[in-house]
């Protein structure tokens, strides 16, 4: 990078560090000219409360117009679907979900609404989309009678311009009677529905009119009908009706299949929901609105607390030990973590993301796993200097020589987004979407930041301090593949007993999925969620909801608690309520605990849900298998098949130690897996190959230039020697922050936390001691561990052919040292931290083939 590139860059990172931290600073809704910037954070249900929302499908109508399918528990399931992506479809909005089948209820909880009627209105709206053909309005070139035209109106209620149909005869507008009887009734005329159309309708204002428009794709069966139903009727008009209200009526031009696109929409931010509502799918009946109340916090103030200041000192440690360890680009990598959080913010805030607790930690914990990328770079600019490079050229080749690894690792945490994101719902996608973002911005802190900044200071004289950079390092000497049984033998130790503890039934599905019963106590005096969980915990219900619900001017029910426990006796029901209550005496005049209401509840976490979630796993693993298999084709696309198989079956095994470890914990202390422990899983699993690829990397590279004489088992256990260091290192900064958030935090996402902190050490362990080994056994089962000549690389397989020059002037800042000669044998050869061969030849041979070894890049 050349000085002049270097200054743009760092104007580049100056210009992006102003404009997020303004966003993360400010909580405005910022109107400047025609540019509109909000930047209120959006807090979720737990910090912030929300609303209230119980729906009633209309069932008669539904029974009505479908008499051989009658309404049932598949129906609801599908409008709760429906409204689930129609307010969650990006999954970033973190509403909660439930239905009440008994009483064919659906209610909805939503965080932070600013419109109340907004909100509802997009609730209730059946987003019923359909193209009818209206023979009515004759023909655009007047060859067929025409007995209605349009006109543009004034709608009385919105003041926004509208197409409305006017009977010739009359002048009056058609009303709802002659439309059905003329358009809605005829099934001729009918085209096509919004179930026609693929989820990907966007809004957008036309760049002609500069009015809002709303772009929409049909699928194969759609394309078809509208295909042959406008090459019939070219010259005659079209009606576009949502919810039996006109949108417009434009006339056929010409043939129309694939595509198209909706005008006489009154506003953008109209398109816009309505875009989001034929994505989500029509509602096959219209809802009943039956209560609508706001929502306090379910969590308290203090429990946000808590948990910020944890996880803040488990950043702080983490900046410590990058401080401590890498000196001067650990300071810079800290600088750029700092940035990484700020943009990261900016991003949830433009998008926007709704920030819950166990979201909060998990972006604390996502700042910890950032810096594993630094670790990476900074771990091989070190080996570099340690063989003698010049400052220069060593940042250069850190970088360069660790991009692979870094690339090939995130690359496959994007591809689990991608198909967490597509296949995924709810809560799924939203996972998948920030950690998604957060990986690219921490590729773009690690690599062009730190690497920017580095750059900026090498022309100092400070910089050229060897004390500056804490060279000094231990070699490892491990011997993995002499007991390759042991370590399998180790993780069967570890599975084998939460397999059985998972047939014993130790896995617990809490309420989230399971569903339960739903008591609502009206209260005389409010009453705190705190206290009633006091309760409920002393009557032995720690699995239970509490929401409250203050509405001092309603005219009944001012003080409402809802309480969600598990499935109840009537028994149970009454001897909870009995204990909530002090035997009614804090109910409202009139009700006792035998009439307080109560319902069975589904759970918030669906079914669809999980089987979505699970789809897509396999389907991630399986792309992720082939994506190695190519990135590690170094002996032919079979042979990287070999390098794909073994990361994911350490992934497989990292699940089941996790699976495993809460089924034991679910047996000895009743642990429950929730929603949370969804998102742990998900997080591990879209980490798992990290560590795995750092080795593979090494073991890549290695075969490229493999010592003379060397098996694949020594080759192996010198890759990971190699790399031993930087494995323990990206792990141990992640175990930092989920210990200070499991010690420190509040109770509430202390199990999120152990999940995390046992997946992170299960992968850690199954990389090295399990991908690696079987591997190994892989190759010598195919009778390829033997010492063969050095393979040598080729375009198609090389790590990087990239040379790096030294700017004239720039001198090694540390004299390499003379490697120590190391007596091994083939089979257990190893090499240390700092690059060296560990092969059988002499000192004066290693330095020999140091310079090809430096020119490798």
């Not at 035997?583 to 035998?594: E, I, R």
């Not at 998900?682 to 990290?690: C, D, E, K």
Request: proline share 5%; hydrophobic share 45%.
């Amino acid at each position: 990078m050349t000085t002049s590139q270097n200054r743009r860059m760092l104007l580049l990172i100056l210009v992006l560090a102003i404009f997020s931290i303004f966003v993360s600073v400010t909580k405005r809704d910022w109107h400047i000219g025609p540019f509109h910037l909000d930047t209120r954070p959006r807090y979720g249900l737990d910090i912030r409360g929300g609303l209230r929302v119980v729906l009633h499908p209309d069932v008669d109508l539904y029974n009505k117009e479908h008499p051989g399918h009658p309404w049932g528990p598949e129906q609801l399931s599908l409008v709760r679907h429906i409204i689930e992506n129609r307010v969650n479809f990006s999954g970033v909005t973190e509403p909660l979900i439930i239905t009440r089948p008994e009483t064919n209820q659906i209610i909805v909880e939503l965080p932070g609404v600013r419109d109340r009627q907004a909100a509802i209105n997009e609730l209730k709206a059946t987003a019923d989309l359909r193209f009818y053909l209206l023979p009515q309005l004759g023909s655009h070139d007047n060859s067929r009678p025409a007995i209605w035209h349009q006109e543009i109106q004034k709608d009385p209620k919105t003041g926004a311009e509208v197409d409305v149909l006017i009977d010739n005869q009359t002048g009056k507008p058609v009303t709802p009677q002659e439309l059905q009887e003329q358009v809605f009734d005829n099934p001729n005329l009918l085209v096509a529905t919004g179930a026609d159309l693929l989820p990907n309708c966007e809004a957008r204002l036309d760049p002609i009119t500069n009015k809002p428009i709303l772009t929409f794709q049909f699928n194969d069966k759609g394309s078809a009908a509208f295909e042959q139903a406008t090459r019939a009727n070219i010259g005659r008009y079209l009606g576009i009706f949502l919810d039996n209200r006109l949108l417009t009526a434009p006339y056929i031009e010409s043939v129309i299949s694939g595509q198209g696109q909706i005008e006489g929409i009154a506003t953008l931010k109209e398109a816009k929901a309505l875009a989001d509502e034929l994505n989500a799918g029509a509602l096959p009946v219209p809802l009943q609105l039956q209560e609508v109340r706001s929502l306090e916090a379910t969590l308290g103030q203090e429990a946000v607390h808590t948990t910020t200041i944890a996880g803040v000192w488990g950043l702080v440690l983490v900046l410590l030990f990058m401080l401590i360890w890498y000196r001067l680009p650990g300071l810079l990598a800290d600088v750029a973590l700092i940035l990484y959080a700020f943009f990261s913010i900016a991003i949830f805030k433009l998008i926007p993301v709704t920030f819950t607790l166990p979201g909060i930690a998990g972006f604390i914990l996502s700042i910890g796993m950032a810096v594993d990328a630094n670790i990476l770079i900074f771990e091989r600019f070190k080996e570099e200097l340690r063989a003698g490079q010049p400052l220069r050229a060593a940042i250069d080749a850190g970088f360069n020589r660790a991009f692979s690894a870094i690339f090939d690792s995130n690359v496959c945490t994007v591809i689990t987004c991608c198909v967490l994101y597509y296949f995924g719902t709810g809560p799924i996608r939203g996972f998948a979407l920030t950690l998604g973002f957060g990986v690219a911005v921490s590729m773009f802190t690690a690599i062009t930041v730190t690497r920017t900044f580095l750059f900026a200071l090498v022309n100092f004289d400070f910089a050229r301090n060897e004390k500056m950079y804490g060279l000094s390092d231990r070699a490892w000497n491990l011997h993995v593949m002499r007991l390759p049984w042991l370590w399998l033998g180790i993780s069967a130790l570890v599975i084998v007993p939460g397999m059985i503890a998972w047939g014993m039934g130790g896995i617990k599905p809490s309420i989230d999925f399971k569903g339960g019963t739903e008591i609502t106590l009206s209260y005389k005096t409010p009453h705190t969620a705190a206290e009633i969980e006091r309760i409920l915990i002393q009557n032995g219900y720690k699995d239970s909801r509490v929401v409250i619900s203050e509405e001092p001017n309603a005219p009944v029910d001012k003080h409402l608690a809802i309480v969600t426990t598990r499935r109840l006796t009537n028994d149970q029901r009454i001897q909870l309520i009995d204990a909530l209550t002090h035997n009614g005496a804090d109910l409202v005049p009139g009700t006792s605990p035998a009439t307080v209401p109560y319902a069975d509840v589904s759970g918030t976490v669906s079914r669809q849900l999980t089987e979505d979630a699970v789809k897509a796993v396999i389907i991630a693993e399986l792309l992720i298998v082939f994506y190695l298999a190519f990135r590690f084709a170094i002996g032919g696309f079979l042979e990287g098949l070999q390098y794909g198989i073994c990361a994911v079956l350490a992934l497989i095994h990292d699940v089941a130690v996790l699976w495993g470890s809460f089924a034991i914990l679910g047996l000895l202390y009743n642990w429950q897996i929730d929603s949370l422990f969804v998102t742990a899983m998900l997080t591990v699993i879209g980490f798992s190959v990290h560590d795995t690829i750092i080795i593979f990397d090494r073991i890549r590279e290695n075969l490229l230039h493999r010592a003379r004489g060397e098996t694949f088992s020594s080759l192996v256990d010198r890759s990971i020697n190699q790399t031993f260091s930087r494995s323990i290192k990206t792990s141990f900064t992640v175990i930092l922050v989920l210990l200070a958030l499991f010690i420190f935090g509040s109770s509430e996402i202390h199990q999120f936390a152990a999940a995390l902190l046992i997946g992170i050490i299960s992968g850690t362990y199954s990389s090295i001691f399990n991908a690696s080994v079987l591997l190994v056994l892989w190759k010598r089962f195919r009778g390829q561990d033997k010492a063969v000549a050095p393979i040598l690389a080729t375009p198609s397989t090389s790590v990087s052919t990239k040379s790096v020059l030294s700017v004239p002037g720039d001198r090694p800042i540390v004299t390499p040292k003379a490697e120590p000669e190391v007596a091994t044998t083939p089979a257990s050869t190893s090499g240390t931290e700092s690059g060296t061969t560990g092969s059988t030849e002499s000192k004066a041979g290693a330095r020999r083939r140091r310079p090809v070894r430096r020119r490798r890049m």
